[in-house]
Structures are given as structure tokens and as C-alpha cells.
């Protein structure tokens, strides 16, 4: 097994993740089988139980692990399903360590971070980087390891520590690693500075790893005069020195380093270039090409609670990115915080209000997505009304749909108090309610997770055309509240109609108005498997619809031509550049 470690110095936020997803897809490129091992240091098990807001979204996987949103970008540029044990957090290896110390598995020795953590951690690590993720028999070729945070932590230390002791154990030739770091650029003087990643690797050295390259993230293509100095101070071949300028969007990043060789250094770092082959990465290039010369615009609104941090709807937005390049539209979020459409912002903020539901009126789809708490309901409902009445394409997502039910029952049925019993414990008409295997206690890891079948109940339902006129889909779930299935005969003899199940036939899935352009709610979370070269379904659906070709989309059962390596699609030739470079990047170019 061979192993590449990505580390990351100077700054947090830099890149590492899609840096270490890069690596993956080139060296698959080359012909080997990759996996991939994120490593955070933090003390949660998981990240179930964190705010969106304190460290984005929170990723769910197929055996229903919710992990690091970076390992949704390991599968989505691999295109490769995870396990929960592929994600790493200081509180899994803790809780190993102390359950086998209660267990008397260490014989009355003192347990202590080195030798029981860190021999904990490398044996994590040697068992999950033989688990193929990619549905083929045997173990992979590579295993790349991202380690969050930034050299000189306090929590990470550990982690360094056991994966120098790694590096040596493996030997030389079966491990390399690449270090991210910052060369800034001095606005007074203009000119790219060194020492910041100097010091960084210093450090790293300082702590037993010596990185075999660095990647450098900097605004522009470094000097050849830093390289010199960089190679010289940080004791790493010219070579083996590339930099991760800018980008329009993070699709570039895989053909940056291999425009510059950085698949050659890995290759010959790890022994492996006998076995390679040359990077074929036409199609990816092909739809990179699309993505950049996309011109006309299709506009979704977002109406959501996290509207002030997007890495909260990562997945939706890549869903949504995805699923446009697809139709070859370019795709315009509008972002609409929900509370503000609701009549009490009306009164305390009337400019605020306008602008809001300005926004939504203005947009071409809809989409609810899932959340937790009662903060911005009223505005998700109203949101949801005004699509359904108005004949707008929309999506609601978890939440999205339980809302959409409510609101149905509302303003169809004359159930004026319909709700959730997540909100309005007491209501009368409960349209979604707890379900049975839930916790009430304990937050984490109660909810309904991961990959669950869904059976469509109609066969020419708008969703099951979308899914290739399937008769059932596997989608991964997050949730605790589902649809009342006692109150189900009544709503769907009003008109709605709940087109799959689950296998009881007592849980409600995906929900349609067959009256509607396109109607559709999910209680399943259908962006966690949505890839750059198959989008999701559903999220074609929305797109589709909201560009006006949805009807050419359900005649070929939601197969989309795949993009030939001469960048041309469903016949369209590519167009003239144009891009808006602040929707997928925070400004440095490579955040997700």
C-alpha cells in the first residue's frame, strides 16, 4: 500500500481538501485505485452534532456516517463511496483507546499517548487504506490522507506524531508527502513572500515529516526566483515545487498539477511509475471547458436558514452545479435568508422584506432545503406557497418536503394549524410527526441515516422518469420527523401525490403535485450522490424544468449525453467564456 499525506501550514482554509481530491482523481487518471482518509482533530465523534455554521455542512455518507463535508468532495471527484471509519476524529481514536482500556486489554500498563494513540491511529489508518471504495474486489494502489487544521496545532499533534512514526514503518518509496502552504503577496510591494511557508515547513520538519512537495497556493504562478528560494530554504526539488494559483472554479485544480507534472513527482515519490499510465483526463477537461463558457443564466432560488455561510449547502450547491453544466446553463444562485420573507420582517424591516421576496419572484426555480429549528419555517412555507400557486419549478429537500406538505394541507385542506410536531407540538393537524426508532435524549447519531430504498408507487411519476424509470432508488437520509402516514389518504385525494415509499409503505419519500411543471419534495437527501459527470436526478429535474426542457429530459429517463472529450454536449458546440468567479470560491480560487 502507498500512501500521500497532505498537511497543511500557514493559514487554515487554504484548500487542502479539494487539493488532496485532486491528487486522488489524477493518480486515478493515471490508472491507479485510489481511497481516500480525512483526519480531524477535533474531540467530537463526528460531526453530527456542529452548527453549519462552525464548520459547514455536515456530509452523509451510505452506511450513514456523518462526517467532514471534504469527504463528500473525495467522492465526488472520485466518484467512490466512504465508509464513516474513511473519516478520522480525535474523539473515534479516543474512545477506541479507553474502551479497550476498560475492556483490560492493555494488562494493567499505564495507557498513554505515545505508544497507545498514536499506534491507534496507524492502525485506523492501515485498516481502512485497504477497504476498496470503489466497487471493484482487492485493496486500492493509494490512499490519500488529508490532515485538517494547520502545522503547530495542539490538537493535531498526536496525528503528527503517529504518522511520522508511519512514514518511517512504511519506509521510503510507499509514502510522500505534500505540503499546502501559503506564499502571500505583499500588496505595498508586490511581491510573493517565502517565509511564512519557510517557517511552516520548518516546523513540519521540526516534527519528524519532511515534505517531498510543496504545493503552494498563491493569487498568481510563482516567480521562478521563489521556487529557487522556496527549494533552497525548504530543502524540496524545483520539481517538486507547484503552485495553486487562482482558479475560476475548483474543476481546474486537478489539471493544474498536471499541467505541472505534480502526478510525476507523486509517481516517482511512491515507485509506482512502471505502473502508471499517462493522465487521461479528457472528459474532465472536456466539461471543465463547459462549465467555464457557460452564458446563459438559470436562476434558483435558495431559501434557506444558513444563507450567510454556503459551505452549509455544499452539496446542494454542487448538486445544482452539477446538474446546469448538464443542461448547459449557467447556473445563478439567489440566495434568500427565509425569515426575511415572513410578515413580522414586513414590519421591522420592510426594505429588507421587498428585496427578499424580490429575489424570490425574480428566480426561475425554487428549492427548500433540510435544516433543523423553527427560525425561518414561516418563510419556508410561504416560499413553497408561492411556487405552488404560480406553476414554479421547485425542489424541497427533507424539511423542504415536510414543509410542503404542511403547506398543501393548509391552504387545501382549510387545516389552518397544519405543522410539524418538531414545531407546534400540540397542533391538531399533524401533518409530520417523530418517528418510531428516534431518540429523544441523545443528539447524536438517532436520527434515520444514511442509504435507505425507495420504491415508486407511480410509474410514470415525474421522479421515477428522472431515475431511468426505476422501480426503486437506493438515497442517503438525515432526519428524525416524517410525514403523518394516517393523514396520507386525505392529502393525496386533495391532489398531492406521495409517488415512493419505503418498503412498509408507512414512510413517505417523494411527494408530487402531477398538476404542477415540477413539484417535487424528497424526505431523502438526494445531493450527497450527485457527481460532476451524473447529477442527481431530482436536481436535473429542477434544472430542467426551470430552464424549459424538462419534457426532452423525461423522454431519454433523465440520461444526459455524456460530455465527448472535444467539450461538446447534447450537441451544443462550447461558447465564449464567461465566468462568475465569487459563487464557487470565497476569493482564494479553491475553497469548495
Avoid at 465523534?45 to 456523518?66: K, N, Q, R, W
Avoid at 500588496?187 to 511564512?196: D, M, Y
Amino acid at each position: 500500500m502507498k500512501y500521500v499525506l497532505v498537511t497543511g501550514g500557514v493559514v487554515s482554509g487554504l484548500g487542502k481538501g479539494v487539493t488532496a481530491s485532486s491528487i486522488g482523481l489524477l493518480l486515478q487518471a493515471c490508472g491507479l485505485r485510489v481511497t481516500s482518509i480525512k483526519i480531524d482533530p477535533y474531540l467530537n465523534t463526528d460531526a453530527g452534532t456542529m452548527s453549519p455554521f462552525e464548520h459547514g455542512e455536515v456530509f452523509v455518507l451510505d452506511d450513514g456516517g456523518e462526517v467532514d463535508l471534504d469527504l463528500g468532495n473525495y467522492e465526488r471527484f472520485l466518484d467512490s463511496t466512504l465508509t464513516r471509519d474513511n473519516n478520522i476524529t480525535t474523539g473515534k481514536i479516543y474512545q477506541s483507546v479507553i474502551d479497550k482500556e476498560r475492556k483490560g486489554d492493555y494488562l494493567g500498563r499505564t495507557v498513554q499517548v505515545v505508544p497507545h494513540i498514536t499506534d491507534a491511529i496507524q492502525e485506523w489508518i492501515e485498516r481502512v487504506a485497504n477497504v476498496p471504495v470503489d466497487g471493484k474486489e482487492g485493496p486500492p494502489d493509494v490512499c490519500v490522507i488529508e490532515l485538517g487544521g494547520t502545522i503547530g496545532d495542539i490538537e493535531s499533534m498526536p496525528f503528527i506524531e503517529a504518522l511520522g512514526q508511519f512514514s518511517y514503518k512504511v519506509g521510503p518509496g510507499n509514502f510522500c508527502l505534500v505540503h499546502v502552504s501559503l506564499v502571500p503577496v505583499l500588496s505595498v510591494v508586490g511581491e510573493q513572500k517565502t517565509k511564512p511557508t519557510q517557517h511552516s515547513v520548518r516546523g513540519l520538519r521540526s516534527l519528524g515529516l519532511t515534505p517531498n512537495i510543496l504545493a503552494c497556493r498563491s493569487t498568481k504562478a510563482l516567480e521562478e526566483n521563489v521556487k529557487t528560494k522556496l527549494s533552497q530554504f525548504c530543502h524540496v526539488p524545483e520539481v517538486n515545487i507547484v503552485t495553486l494559483y487562482d482558479v475560476p472554479n475548483i474543476w481546474h485544480v486537478p489539471l493544474l498539477l498536471r499541467d505541472q507534472k505534480a502526478h510525476e513527482a507523486i509517481l516517482k515519490e511512491l515507485n509506482l511509475l512502471s505502473n502508471a499510465v499517462k493522465p487521461d483526463l479528457a472528459e474532465w477537461t472536456a466539461r471543465t471547458k463547459i462549465y467555464d463558457t457557460l452564458q446563459d443564466p438559470v436562476r434558483i432560488a435558495m431559501v434557506g436558514k444558513y444563507t450567510g455561510l454556503t459551505d452549509s449547502y455544499l452539496s446542494v450547491l454542487k448538486a445544482l452545479l452539477h446538474a446546469s453544466v448538464a443542461c448547459h446553463k449557467k447556473l445563478a444562485i439567489e440566495w434568500v435568508a427565509a425569515s426575511d420573507l415572513e410578515e413580522i420582517t414586513a414590519q421591522e424591516a420592510p426594505d429588507v422584506h421587498k428585496a427578499a421576496w424580490d429575489l424570490l419572484k425574480g428566480a426561475d426555480g425554487i428549492l427548500v432545503p433540510g435544516g433543523f429549528g423553527d427560525r425561518g419555517v414561516q418563510g419556508k412555507i410561504l416560499a413553497t406557497k408561492y411556487a405552488r400557486e404560480n406553476q414554479i419549478p421547485f425542489l424541497g429537500i427533507c424539511l423542504g418536503m415536510q414543509l410542503a406538505v404542511v403547506e398543501f394541507a393548509r391552504s387545501i385542506l382549510g387545516f389552518h394549524d397544519a405543522n410539524s410536531t418538531e414545531f407546534e407540538p400540540e397542533t391538531s393537524s399533524p401533518c409530520v410527526i417523530f418517528m418510531p426508532e428516534g431518540s429523544t435524549t441523545h443528539m447524536g447519531g438517532t436520527m434515520r441515516l444514511g442509504s435507505r430504498r425507495t420504491y415508486f408507487q407511480v410509474a410514470d411519476c415525474k421522479s421515477a422518469k428522472l431515475y431511468g424509470n426505476a422501480k426503486f432508488v437506493d438515497e442517503r437520509h438525515r432526519h428524525r420527523y416524517e410525514v403523518n402516514p394516517d393523514m396520507i389518504p386525505e392529502i393525496e385525494k386533495a391532489g398531492l401525490s406521495f409517488v415512493g415509499k419505503d418498503e412498509t409503505g408507512r414512510r413517505m419519500e417523494v411527494v408530487e403535485l402531477p398538476t404542477h411543471p415540477y413539484f417535487v419534495g424528497a424526505q431523502f437527501h438526494p445531493e450527497f450522490k450527485s457527481r460532476p459527470g451524473k447529477p442527481s436526478a431530482l436536481f436535473l429535474g429542477l434544472i430542467a424544468a426551470a430552464s424549459g426542457c424538462l419534457e426532452s429530459v423525461l423522454q431519454t429517463g433523465g440520461k444526459v449525453n455524456k460530455i465527448s472529450k472535444n467539450g461538446v454536449a447534447n450537441g451544443t458546440a462550447v461558447g465564449k467564456v464567461h465566468q462568475n468567479g465569487n459563487m464557487y470560491s470565497n476569493g482564494n480560487g479553491l475553497h469548495h
